[in-house]
């Protein structure tokens, strides 16, 4: 499971890395001039096939991308780390008994979130409120579903926090990864908001930012993402999400 997992994920840094590469690339033609003219017009603005694109408009649009690739990214560790704890947990067959105290009151809650909504009656509270009891009571195995627990906004670096604090894992917030992420991380999330959501422009969403400041930022969020694995291997090495025994 963490193996498959992690093979994707360097796949996925790979992918950025390697966009960065091409940035980069792109960078140097459009520095690089004979004549007055650089190498890039003399590439995409010569003859009958050049495109009506100047280079600070492909770069920015390509600029936009590597946000949102970013943020895929981070979406996706997230998503599988989560994953990974209620993996375990229905693999060895845990009960309400058997897992920590987060998990505990982080099932309670998924299981009372039907029964929260302020149009059901209050039938529906008290056949939830005995479906939980019972599943408490017979031993069930706690089943957990990652769609349910990921913050209702998009991730930024305080929601991922908070997130795994509730399945009792502690981020280290002193981290200078950590820090720097948050400032990065919500630009990311807004940057991907408005992209999605078409308030913003591709060639004008990331206009602002070189290409050397987007990758530094990719590198503190990468930075921040391999010590947030660390974290859930060795919660999930040392069996933390299981009840400490008396």
């Keep these: 499971m963490m193996d498959d997992f992690l093979t994707v ?9 390697d966009f960065f590469v091409l940035l980069k690339f792109l960078e140097t033609k459009e520095n690089s001039r004979h004549d007055g003219e650089s190498e890039f017009d003399q590439f995409f603005h010569n003859g009958e096939r050049q495109i009506n694109l100047t280079y600070q408009a492909l770069v920015n649009i390509m600029k936009s991308n590597a946000s949102l ?23 060895n067959k845990l009960s309400y008994f058997d897992v920590n105290e987060c998990i505990r009151e982080l099932w309670k809650k998924m299981m009372l979130k039907a029964a929260s909504d302020p149009n059901a009656s209050f039938n529906t509270f008290a056949k939830k409120n ?11 195995i706690i089943k957990l579903e990652v769609k349910n627990s990921l913050p209702a906004g998009n991730l930024d670096a305080k929601e991922i926090q908070k997130l795994f604090e509730k399945h009792g894992i502690d981020i280290d917030q002193k981290s200078i990864n950590f820090r720097r992420s948050i400032n990065i991380m919500d630009k990311i999330k807004l940057d991907r908001n408005n992209l999605g959501h ?3 422009a591709f060639t004008e969403a990331l206009r602002e930012n070189t290409i050397n ?34």
Excluded: C, P, W
């Design 9 to 17: 994920y360097k796949e996925r840094q790979k992918e950025i890395e």
């Design 213 to 246: 400041e987007l990758e530094d930022s990719y590198n503190y969020v990468k930075k921040f993402l391999d010590e947030l694995i660390l974290f859930v291997r060795e919660f999930l090495k040392n069996k933390e999400y299981q009840q400490k025994s008396a």
């Design 198 to 200: 078409g308030s913003m």
């Design 130 to 140: 005995d479906e939980i009891i019972k599943a408490i009571l017979d031993r069930h």
């Design 69 to 91: 690739m970013i943020y895929n990214v981070i979406e996706y560790t997230v998503t599988n780390l989560v994953y990974s704890i209620y993996y375990e947990i229905e693999k």
